[in-house]
């Protein structure tokens, strides 16, 4: 049986977003939080807080992830969440982002497997697993300008106890344009002792089915833009049933009406709400002049008629 996860996704998949989508979905078996960023006051942000307290993550399977190349503020952060009653984080070396890559983190902390490997040792060094086990995943990206250097990063990974590798086949310097590297998903697919999770470009059924058609015994694929635009995708892959104008309708304004309480703020909910247009607009033909009015709107009485029209006029069109 497949297990899907929802990915990470900054401004978007936060903690208002999984509550939602769990209660009318609740087909995903793990749910990775928006990086978490360590400082050196051995303290979460209260943003950070909030993605993580129990309180805002009932009856869900939630994996924090951590942003850091620094090994005590990475202990340090593992400590805490596990008194939040985590057993689980994830290590970010996926981000692209060049802010992110600047400061030697994210994909960019691939840059240097020595410090990486340092890393690692330190981290499990501290971390007692025998006293308070926990899991550490990683979510990786291949390379940054290379797709050859991914053979010496996969190495430092098999040194470790990671629980799994979450492997996005695009190097830095792509983003998130080309298409992934299967050839080298591939390869790693061979010769990692860990788990292996496959992450990118999965949007529709077809995508997916292609996808074990070519490896038929990955067990686990990672779904971030498939399903923010698609929130039905999962249940299309695993039944068949498609997501109905309704349900869609129903999301939305579900998700709608979240941020509002979550966030006290007309300005601060349409900034999300835009966010997630920027996907969800995908799943509709023709709808260029509704996304354009959305994107414009200041005020929630003109964000909703702009939905409004949206829903009433454009077709949902799923591949």
């Known amino acids: 049986m497949m297990q899907f996860y929802l990915a990470p996704m900054e401004e978007v998949t936060g903690y208002v977003y999984r509550n939602v989508y769990h209660a009318l979905f609740d087909d995903v078996d793990k749910y990775f939080t928006p990086f978490i960023t360590p400082t050196q006051k051995k303290k979460l942000k209260t943003r950070d807080q909030k993605e993580v307290s129990p309180e805002n993550n009932r009856g869900i399977h939630v994996v924090p992830q951590i942003l850091t190349n620094h090994a005590e503020q990475f202990v340090d952060t593992c400590n805490m969440l596990m008194e939040f009653g985590y057993d689980e984080v994830n290590l970010n070396l996926g981000c692209p982002s060049a802010t992110v890559v600047k400061k030697a983190?994210?994909?960019?902390?691939?840059?240097?497997?020595?410090?990486?490997?340092?890393?690692?040792?330190?981290?499990?060094?501290?971390?007692?697993?025998?006293?308070?086990?926990?899991?550490?995943?990683?979510k990786t990206r291949i390379g940054l300008e290379f797709a050859e250097e991914f053979e010496d990063i996969l190495k430092i990974y098999n040194r470790y106890p990671l629980s799994e590798v979450i492997i996005h086949?695009?190097?830095?310097?792509?983003?998130?344009?080309?298409?992934?590297?299967?050839?080298?998903?591939?390869?790693?697919?061979?010769?990692?002792?860990?788990?292996?999770?496959?992450?990118?470009?999965?949007?529709?059924?077809?995508?997916?089915?292609?996808?074990?058609?070519?490896?038929?015994?990955?067990?686990?694929?990672?779904?971030?833009?498939?399903?923010?635009?698609?929130?039905?995708?999962?249940?299309?892959?695993?039944?068949?049933?498609?997501?109905?104008?309704?349900?869609?309708?129903?999301?939305?304004?579900?998700?709608?009406?979240?941020y509002r309480e979550a966030l006290g703020s007309d300005k601060d909910t349409l900034f999300k709400m835009k966010e997630v247009w920027s996907?969800?607009?995908?799943?509709?033909?023709?709808?260029?002049?509704?996304?354009?009015?959305?994107?414009?709107?200041?005020?929630?009485?003109?964000?909703?008629?702009?939905?409004?029209?949206?829903?009433?006029c454009c077709r949902i069109d799923m591949q």
């Open 105 to 138: 983190k994210g994909s960019g902390f691939l840059n240097d497997i020595e410090r990486l490997d340092q890393f690692f040792e330190e981290a499990f060094q501290k971390l007692d697993q025998e006293q308070s086990p926990l899991k550490i995943s990683v």
């Open 169 to 258: 086949p695009r190097l830095q310097k792509d983003f998130y344009n080309h298409t992934p590297d299967l050839d080298t998903f591939s390869d790693a697919l061979d010769r990692s002792i860990h788990p292996v999770c496959y992450n990118g470009d999965l949007f529709t059924k077809k995508q997916y089915e292609a996808f074990v058609k070519r490896f038929p015994t990955v067990e686990r694929v990672m779904l971030g833009r498939g399903i923010v635009t698609n929130p039905g995708l999962v249940r299309e892959i695993r039944t068949g049933e498609k997501i109905s104008r309704e349900e869609l309708k129903r999301y939305h304004d579900m998700l709608y009406a979240a």
């Open 279 to 312: 996907y969800l607009g995908n799943i509709f033909s023709n709808a260029d002049r509704y996304l354009k009015k959305i994107r414009k709107t200041g005020r929630s009485e003109e964000y909703l008629s702009a939905v409004k029209g949206m829903f009433e």
